[in-house]
């Protein structure tokens, strides 16, 4: 999940055949409805896939990366997917629209300039009782210090969701597999919050 060399194009292709999210799932039992889902940092579509095989009627794909169109097509229950190359930051996040957020190991690439206006948006765009899921990063990851990254304190995690019910936030440190560079050190916050 680290800054990716050849670009996460590369990247997508190589976890394209990976399960969905675990968490993602057990976060989609605590939405009210199914109406509306936004995946932000989609990438090869794995947590898309599972939102549109659950029923919700329209789920948006955010990306900054444009393979991510190309990888849509085709895709069984496409008619109720929306596919939009942005970055986060120059999203228009619609008000009150999202019953489900996921942002599933991408928020903490953007830079700590934006974050913090960009979460604000996220929580905007959910509706009331809506479900935001997703990692941050702690200052002990291997990616901590990396350019444009944003690495959050435990206390700094949960005043991103003080206006929010926390209903899940694991803490984890562990030395695992990346991608590109080997085993790394690992810090990582898994949230499940409802507005
Ligand atoms: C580590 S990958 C995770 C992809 C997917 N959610 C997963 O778990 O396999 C991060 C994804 O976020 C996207 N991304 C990173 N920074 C972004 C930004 N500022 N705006 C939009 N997309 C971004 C990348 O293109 C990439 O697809």
């Not at 120059?90 to 830079?111: G, H, I």
């Not at 934006?114 to 935001?132: R, T, Y």
């Not at 210090?145 to 949960?158: A, D, F, I, K, P």
């Amino acid at each position: 999940m680290e800054k990716q060399p050849k670009g996460w194009g590369a990247f997508a292709e190589h976890v394209k055949e990976r399960a969905p999210d675990e968490t993602l799932q057990e976060a989609i039992t605590y939405v009210q409805d199914r109406e509306a889902a936004l995946d932000m940092g989609a990438g090869a579509l794995n947590e898309t896939k599972h939102l549109l095989a659950s029923g919700f009627q329209r789920v948006v794909a955010l990306d900054a990366e444009p393979s991510i169109v190309e990888r849509a097509k085709g895709q069984a229950g496409g008619e109720r997917l929306e596919v939009i190359v942005s970055r986060f930051e120059d999203y228009e996040f619609p008000p009150n629209a999202f019953d489900l957020v996921n942002a599933r190991y991408s928020l903490p690439f953007m830079s700590p300039a934006s974050f913090e206006e960009v979460f604000a948006k996220i929580k905007a765009s959910l509706k009331f009782g809506g479900i935001f899921t997703g990692q941050m990063f702690g200052p002990n990851d291997f990616r901590n210090n990396q350019e444009g990254m944003t690495m959050h304190s435990r206390e700094g995690v949960e005043s991103l969701l003080s206006d929010m019910e926390i209903i899940e936030l694991e803490e984890e440190e562990y030395d695992g597999p990346t991608y590109s560079q080997g085993t790394q050190h690992w810090h990582v916050y898994t949230v499940v919050a409802r507005k």
